[in-house]
């Protein structure tokens, strides 16, 4: 009876409002797609081995298995890894912040000889990925002792093009009268920076934290090449290790650990999905 009701008033929506329904089955379409592959490894993840072996196409699992999770802890330092990954990613994104304003205040807001030069080299560092500058910035940390340190993994990522792009593109839009305010109250240039602008961008700086944040999280080039111990060693090597340790692939423990390595993700989205919602639906200033 319960399924009749539904595709009753599943009938009566789509004759009051055909276009609303379609649009809302599309999205549901989306996002089971886009959930599918999420909830294919955590349930690969409660299966044994020989399990997946013989039935590999076969989703749900016979009964939960927690063994791989167990493995997971014994073979990788997992708290350990990740304490340096989000200590990581974090430095990165705030320290990206705190300097994105100023750029981007300057490219917005501020007229000097050269403005126009100056940010089509931010656009052209857009395009040059962090390999190409790998070997000059190791040339360079090598001799002064930061290789395998926390600071080799932060600083070089300390200035992003692509937050000093966003926050000059979201200060055009601010009105230049509330800048001339603050002068006239005797606030200085940091001051309106991050004190009177830097709020009014929360939106666009919630984006740049998600974005950098993500990004670096799940980094695995850079650590690999910086990295020489377990002391600053991030999560996302420590569970590609996992596909060297033993022999053949042992599916069911690869996917539990990757299933780790999204949670902090997964809840720092919790977390931000008000302030994502409010960039999407933001409006420009003024």
């Given at each position: 009876?319960?399924?009749?009701?539904?595709?009753?008033?599943?009938?009566?929506?789509?004759?009051?409002n055909?276009?609303?329904?379609?649009?809302?089955?599309?999205?549901?379409?989306?996002?089971?797609?886009?959930?599918?592959?999420?909830?294919?490894?955590?349930?690969?993840?409660?299966?044994?081995?020989?399990?997946?072996?013989?039935?590999p196409?076969?989703?749900?699992?016979s009964?939960?298995?927690?063994?791989?999770?167990?493995?997971?802890?014994?073979?990788?330092?997992?708290?350990?890894?990740?304490?340096?990954?989000?200590a990581?990613?974090?430095?990165?994104?705030?320290?990206?912040?705190?300097?994105?304003l100023?750029?981007?205040?300057?490219?917005?807001?501020?007229?000097?000889?050269?403005?126009?030069?100056?940010?089509g080299?931010?656009?052209?560092?857009?395009?040059?990925?962090?390999?190409?500058?790998?070997?000059?910035?190791?040339?360079?940390?090598?001799?002064?002792?930061?290789v395998?340190?926390?600071?080799?993994?932060?600083?070089?990522?300390?200035?992003?093009a692509?937050?000093?792009?966003?926050?000059?593109?979201a200060?055009l839009?601010?009105?230049?009268?509330?800048?001339?305010?603050?002068?006239?109250?005797?606030?200085?240039?940091l001051?309106i920076?991050?004190?009177?602008?830097?709020?009014?961008?929360?939106?666009?700086?919630?984006?740049?934290?998600?974005?950098?944040?993500?990004?670096?999280?799940?980094?695995?080039?850079?650590?690999?090449?910086?990295?020489?111990?377990?002391s600053?060693?991030?999560?996302?090597?420590?569970?590609?290790?996992?596909?060297?340790?033993?022999?053949?692939?042992?599916?069911h423990?690869?996917?539990?650990?990757?299933?780790?390595?999204?949670?902090?993700?997964?809840?720092?989205?919790?977390?931000?999905?008000?302030?994502?919602?409010?960039?999407?639906?933001?409006?420009?200033v003024?």
């Amino acid at each position: 009876m319960s399924l009749l009701r539904f595709l009753f008033r599943l009938a009566l929506a789509l004759r009051a409002n055909p276009s609303r329904v379609a649009s809302h089955a599309v999205l549901v379409l989306a996002g089971v797609v886009w959930l599918a592959p999420y909830a294919w490894m955590v349930l690969t993840s409660l299966k044994t081995l020989p399990e997946i072996v013989s039935a590999p196409a076969y989703p749900l699992p016979s009964s939960i298995h927690l063994e791989a999770y167990r493995e997971v802890f014994r073979a990788v330092p997992v708290l350990r890894y990740l304490g340096n990954t989000l200590a990581m990613a974090l430095a990165i994104a705030l320290l990206q912040i705190a300097l994105a304003l100023p750029a981007g205040y300057a490219l917005a807001k501020l007229h000097f000889t050269g403005r126009r030069l100056a940010f089509g080299l931010v656009l052209a560092c857009l395009v040059i990925p962090a390999q190409v500058t790998f070997v000059p910035v190791f040339t360079m940390l090598g001799p002064i002792g930061w290789v395998n340190t926390m600071a080799a993994l932060v600083l070089p990522f300390g200035v992003s093009a692509l937050g000093t792009f966003l926050v000059r593109q979201a200060l055009l839009a601010v009105p230049d009268e509330v800048i001339e305010a603050a002068r006239l109250d005797g606030a200085s240039e940091l001051y309106i920076v991050y004190r009177v602008l830097g709020p009014m961008l929360g939106p666009t700086l919630t984006a740049l934290f998600l974005f950098s944040f993500v990004f670096h999280y799940n980094d695995y080039f850079w650590p690999l090449m910086m990295t020489t111990d377990d002391s600053v060693r991030t999560l996302p090597l420590g569970i590609a290790l996992l596909r060297e340790q033993g022999t053949g692939s042992r599916w069911h423990i690869l996917m539990a650990g990757n299933a780790v390595l999204s949670l902090p993700v997964l809840a720092v989205f919790a977390l931000a999905q008000r302030r994502i919602l409010r960039a999407v639906t933001a409006r420009p200033v003024g």
